[in-house]
């Protein structure tokens, strides 16, 4: 009777920690494709939209090789008055998001992705 509940436990946790496993790839792929994309914003002088697109193939191939095979990234062009309290003037960025699924869970107690969110940004 001990047996199966000491199983289902180390099995819960086993995917509990895959899934802390996966927020952490999502999140370093969003942030390596967020540095790629100031860089690519710095040096062409290009605006968010243009950059997103450009790298919008790159980053899902990064994504995939970072956080798995059935990760996605997702690009958004955002632009305001970024940094500095929102004193530094008007600036261009770009929300990057990368989604990667956990588990298979048919009793739905864990959760089915996990994503990881970092922002570009070039004055």
Not at 4 to 23: T, W
Not at 67 to 95: P, Y
């Amino acid at each position: 009777m001990i047996l199966p509940a000491v199983a289902v436990l180390a099995i819960v946790l086993c995917c509990l920690g895959r899934a802390v496993v996966v927020r952490i790839q999502c999140q370093d792929a969003a942030r390596i494709i967020a540095h790629r994309a100031t860089q690519q914003m710095q040096s062409d002088a290009a605006s968010a939209t243009a950059v997103a697109g450009e790298l919008e193939q790159w980053a899902d191939d990064m994504a995939s090789r970072l956080a798995g095979s059935g990760a996605d990234a997702t690009l958004t062009a955002a632009s305001g008055d970024w940094g500095a309290g929102g004193m530094a003037g008007e600036g261009r960025g770009i929300d990057v998001r990368v989604r990667a699924a956990v588990v298979p869970d048919p009793l739905h107690m864990l959760p089915a992705a996990v994503e990881g969110q970092a922002f570009a940004w070039s004055p």
